[in-house]
Structure formats: structure tokens, C-alpha cells
């Protein structure tokens, strides 16, 4: 049986050999989110960036423009960071440039993984589903905020692993304390991340309906996946 | 009212401004259990040591010598890492340098801090009164296991957090998932640990007995803290 572990912050990838593993990158409010709503309303590819000013260079190579900096669109940016601006026929084949705060950041770490997919709770079970047919040893990459842990990507790994076991089994500490951490919460995830400060802060941003609805499981089935520095969907 | 939070690894520390803090350095298995326990029988003084070879040069400097590497006493050191080699009357009064895999890590990372306290469960309560009494913003920082989370520290933080609560405020979500776990734990320490890969790894060690003693609170009433690279007595 292969293992699942949960790294609770980019600042750690590098303690993880990934280049055996499928790496799950969670960025839940709400890098992820985003791009899973956009893949299932069928944008062509995301090609992720690290760098916002890359990011920005990439619109005269074709690209529209996406992303956030401390939870705000970036000016001139084509779109900011709620799944709401991902849904509209618009999207419908276009090429993405995508920078964030911390989901980009932690792909960008992650990028030597055997497998590279693209979790929110949205598509929980699409990547638990994923993860299964690929059949590697799993790290669930929690993006956090600016390095730290944060409790909404723990929870979504917690819930991950708990939908792997009996295939997968738990290989270390965090992916325990995300499995505990999760059976706590998953009667109200809504109320219990009321306590957040990440939450706290994007509650100030005035987006209560993109935190209920990136806490929301299985309304898409899609699995984006890294394939040459470019996120597609996974077939 | 100041806060208090907790970095979850040693890997972590570079995120928070320490110089302004309280920091509380915590490896409950075993390196700070060992030094509260030294302390509590009469040791004149810990220097800590991340590096193995210094710490075995400092033996021609007149100290005894302490410590483990991946959980096994040192060959040639005076003493390893159990709390029941520091209980002896021969301890009074010595010098001892001392290393180990990841506490005197975690104490080398977090040095600039304005003070630095080593906790346990064997003296949390008089590290939670030596907290309020510097009454500076606090972070407990948990050695873990080579980098990586461990549950046996972030109980500990949990439980301090928990101490402090009313006259300290939660700074972000390491101290708020903390204090969760410590909630789901605190019934059986011992059992809630069975679980952890570490508490198993050190199982192998034959040290049960060790590791039910370091998860007893109120052991000891004394706090080490950090004065010019070395831990003494806080008066």
C-alpha cells in the first residue's frame, strides 16, 4: 500500500524527495478553487507563475492575465481570484497567465513531482479518484499563507486522506494531525474556519460567497495537471 | 493584550520576526524534557550545540557531554537522551554540552529571540507563568523531526496555548489548530501518541517509559533560559 503525507507549507517541500510521488498543490481561498472552476468551464491551459512581473509579460505572448497579490487583483490584470470570474462561456478556450500569493508559489516548489494535480474541495473526489489511478507514494502540498500553515489547505488534505484510506496509508505526523484536524471541523467547515486569521483577512476583502463556495465538495469533476510548466486537464 | 502563536518547525522560524518575542523552544522527545529535568537536579549550566563536532570539542573545555543523533546516544558522550540519565545527584553542578537532532537545532534558529525559554510538559505550567511574567508576544517553536511537523510538540504548544489563553491572545492558525489537537488528546496523551510515526520510531528504542514521562505535566517548577549562548536557571 503506497503512503500519503501532507506538507504543511512550500517552505518544506524541499524535505520531500517528490520525484516519485504525485504532489497534490491545495491553495483552497483560492488559487486552486479558481482554477479548477476554470477548467470546468473550459479554459485551454494555466501556466502558472511565481514571479508576478513574468506573469504580466506573458499577456504579449497571448496569454489573459489572472492572479492576486495579498488577496487583491493585480492592476490590468484580465481577472483577479474568485472562482465567480472563472464560470462565464468567455473563458471557453483561452490561455491563461496565473500568479498568486501562495498556490503559485507552492506549484513552482513542487514542480519535480512524478505527477503534479490541482485540488480544491471542489474536485475532491475527482483527484482522490486521480491519486488512486496513479498509484504513487502521495504528498498533499498545503500552500498556506506567505509560508505558514493555514488551516483551510490542512483541512482540505485532512479530508484528501481521509477518502484515500484503505488504499493509501498515512505515512506521517501531518498527514495524522490533518485527518484529526478535519473530523473536527467537517460538521461545519464554514463555522469552524470563522476562527481563521487567513479567513479573518479575506473576510475584510467582503468574498463570504467565495469562502462558502470554495468549502463546497464535488461540483466539478476535473483534475488539472502540470504537463510542461503548463496546467491542462487531466484525461 | 500581546499574542502568542506557534511555528510548527524549525524550518519555519526564519517566517517570524523573533527579536521582539518570547520564544519557547520545545522537543518534548526528548531533548528539552532532558533539560528541564537536569535543571530541576542542580545543573550548573546547558550550552546547546546544533553541530555534533562541536559539541564533542567542547569536552576538552572542561564540560560533560550530552546528546543523540536519530534518536540514539552518541558514542564516547558522558550522557544521551533520556530524562532519567539527568536525575542522578552527580549531575549538581556540572557543565554539559549538549546536541541532538532537532531541540538544540530549533534553540540555534530561534537565538535572536528576546527570550528564550526551554519548555516541557514536565515544567508547562512555570513556562507558562514565565511567559506572562516577560508578558512580550510569545512563539513557541517545536523542533519536530528533522524539519518536519511533529504531533508530540504541537500538543505542547496546544496545551501552553490553552494556559495562556485570557491574558494572551491567538496570533493565526498554527496556534488555533494546536490547541484543536491538544483538545482531541488531552484525555490520553500516551494513547493519542500510539498513532505518531516518531512516538513509534522511539518505540523501537525501548524507551516507553521515557516517553510516559515526558508527557507529564507539572514534573518540575524550573525554566532554562538562554543567557550568552548558554541555558541556566531563570530566577
Known amino acids: 500500500m503506497k503512503s500519503v503525507d501532507v506538507c504543511l507549507s512550500p517552505e518544506l517541500v524541499h524535505l520531500y524527495d517528490v520525484t516519485d510521488k504525485t504532489v497534490v498543490v491545495?491553495?483552497?481561498?483560492?488559487?486552486?478553487?479558481?482554477?479548477?472552476t476554470a477548467f470546468a468551464?473550459?479554459?485551454?491551459?494555466?501556466?502558472?507563475?511565481?514571479?508576478?512581473?513574468?506573469?504580466?509579460?506573458?499577456?504579449?505572448?497571448?496569454?489573459?492575465t489572472s492572479g492576486e497579490r495579498n488577496g487583491e487583483k493585480?492592476?490590468?490584470?484580465?481577472?483577479?481570484?474568485?472562482?465567480?470570474?472563472y464560470m462565464a462561456e468567455a473563458i471557453r478556450g483561452k490561455h491563461i497567465a496565473f500568479t498568486t500569493t501562495n498556490g503559485t508559489q507552492a506549484i513552482?516548489?513542487?514542480?519535480?513531482?512524478k505527477a503534479l494535480l490541482i485540488g480544491a474541495f471542489l474536485n475532491i473526489q475527482a483527484v482522490a479518484n486521480?491519486?488512486?489511478?496513479?498509484?504513487?507514494?502521495?504528498?498533499?502540498?498545503?500552500?498556506?499563507?506567505?509560508?505558514?500553515?493555514n488551516l483551510e489547505d490542512t483541512l482540505f488534505a485532512g479530508a484528501l486522506a481521509k477518502r484515500l484510506m484503505g488504499t493509501f496509508k498515512p505515512e506521517d505526523d501531518a498527514?495524522?494531525?490533518?485527518?484529526?484536524?478535519?473530523?473536527n471541523?467537517?460538521?461545519?467547515?464554514?463555522?469552524?474556519?470563522?476562527?481563521?486569521s487567513h479567513v479573518q483577512r479575506l473576510a475584510r476583502l467582503n468574498i463570504h460567497k467565495d469562502i462558502?463556495?470554495?468549502?463546497?465538495?464535488?461540483?466539478?469533476?476535473?483534475?488539472?495537471e502540470l504537463q510542461n510548466d503548463h496546467l491542462i486537464l487531466r484525461r
Open 185 to 196: 471541523a467537517k460538521g461545519n467547515l464554514v463555522a469552524f474556519l470563522q476562527k481563521s
Open 130 to 149: 486521480a491519486v488512486q489511478e496513479l498509484n504513487h507514494p502521495t504528498l498533499i502540498v498545503c500552500a498556506g499563507w506567505k509560508g505558514r500553515f
Open 41 to 64: 468551464h473550459g479554459v485551454a491551459d494555466i501556466k502558472p507563475y511565481a514571479d508576478l512581473e513574468e506573469c504580466k509579460a506573458a499577456a504579449s505572448a497571448g496569454y489573459e
Open 108 to 113: 513552482d516548489k513542487a514542480q519535480k513531482a
Open 175 to 183: 498527514v495524522l494531525a490533518a485527518m484529526e484536524l478535519y473530523e
Open 74 to 85: 493585480v492592476e490590468g490584470f484580465n481577472r483577479g481570484n474568485s472562482p465567480f470570474e
Open 26 to 36: 491545495v491553495d483552497i481561498l483560492r488559487a486552486t478553487s479558481c482554477m479548477v
Open 212 to 224: 462558502e463556495f470554495c468549502l463546497t465538495p464535488d461540483v466539478y469533476a476535473v483534475v488539472p
